[in-house]
Structure formats: C-alpha cells, structure tokens
C-alpha cells in the first residue's frame, strides 16, 4: 500500500536497536543508513516497502504501526523480542475478534510511545 513510510525518534541509537530486535522475527533487516538526521531503512528482502527512522527533537503525534505477520507464531515472537528490546506491554498476543474472528495480534509500545502491533489474519494453523 505504501512505499515508505518515515518518522521521528527521540534517541535513533535506541530506537534502531528497538526496531531491528523486535521486527526480526517478521523479517525486518537493515538496510540503507547514514547520519541520525538521515536515518534508517528497515527493509524485508524481495519487498519494495520501507520503514525510515531518523533522530529529531520535534514532538509528533504518538504513531500506531501494525506490521503484518504470516504467522501467529510471528506475532509471539514479535511481542517476546520487543519486550527484551525495551517496550513496554500494550496487549498481549491474542485473538482480537473485536475486529474480526481471526484477527491475531500483540501490541507494544516504542521507546517514543508510538503504538507497535504486529498482525496476523490467518485462521490458527
């Protein structure tokens, strides 16, 4: 759906180790970096889209990301490296059937208070 999309942190040392331990498990990588002013492009192999970091002082808006998942497995692995990179617990791994009967989910809040969710909309295997 997106391209990229790019955002503020307070401290991009934190943040970049933040972001690449808890998306891991999603297939998150590294790719283009630079200065803190530039940032990060954290990349999935073989995809086009991009999440960028970049430092700043500037006080956005909190953010709510939700990064897709293939599996429900996933999404435990996601909460469980994200709460050892530092967030901070926004809901655990579980069904949300709220949204839909199969919508699996955990959420986490960044080192900069955005919201962090990783989904999976796959039936239980």
Do not use: W
Not at 68 to 74: E, I, V
């Amino acid at each position: 759906m997106f391209d990229h999309v790019k955002f503020g942190v307070s401290d991009f040392a934190t943040s970049k180790a933040f972001y690449l331990k808890a998306l891991a498990p999603l297939g998150v990588t590294a790719g283009a970096q630079g200065e803190p002013s530039y940032g990060i492009e954290l990349v999935i192999q073989g995809q086009v889209t991009s999440l960028c970091l970049f430092e700043t002082q500037e006080k956005p808006a909190h953010l709510h990301l939700a990064f897709m998942a293939q599996t429900r497995q996933q999404v435990d692995d996601f909460y469980r490296e994200a709460l050892a990179a530092g967030a901070k617990d926004n809901g655990p791994p579980g069904l949300r059937p709220k949204y839909h009967a199969t919508y699996y989910a955990a959420f986490v809040v960044d080192p900069d208070g955005h919201n962090i969710e990783a989904v999976c909309h796959a039936p239980a295997a």
